[in-house]
């Protein structure tokens, strides 16, 4: 059994390291800044939570006020409000006031495409 364990771990692991100058230097030519990636990084992080995944698909769908969102999710006014608090400050949704009402909707299209890919993804 060990052995088994021993030829799964390399795995998909080159047997000869002869890295490709070309192929390397045409990609890092592309890569990101640090900064960047440190800031996509804690951007998918705010996809890492389930209630804010359903707000969001909720308004991917038609926006919403909060009493909606709260009844849809079967969640307190409390919870939805702090989930909403925390999509506004990373600028993914935004809201509207109508009177006393709050209306939310995704700050632009880019954020319902990356929730449907994310869900295309992983229904495949």
Do not use: W
Request: glycine share 4%; hydrophobic share 35%.
């Amino acid at each position: 059994m060990e052995n088994n364990n021993l030829e799964n771990s390399n795995e998909g692991v080159c047997e000869v390291f002869d890295s490709h100058e070309d192929a390397v230097n045409r990609v890092k030519k592309r890569m990101s800044s640090e900064e960047e990636y440190a800031e996509l990084s804690e951007f998918f992080k705010i996809f890492g939570n389930p209630t804010r995944l359903k707000i969001i698909s909720l308004l991917a769908v038609e926006d919403l006020c909060v009493c909606d969102i709260c009844d849809a999710l079967e969640l307190n006014q409390t919870t939805v409000s702090n989930q909403l608090r925390i999509l506004r400050a990373n600028n993914l949704v935004k809201y509207q006031k109508e009177g006393k009402m709050a209306r939310y909707s995704l700050t632009d299209l880019h954020i319902e495409m990356i929730y449907k890919v994310g869900l295309e993804h992983i229904l495949e």
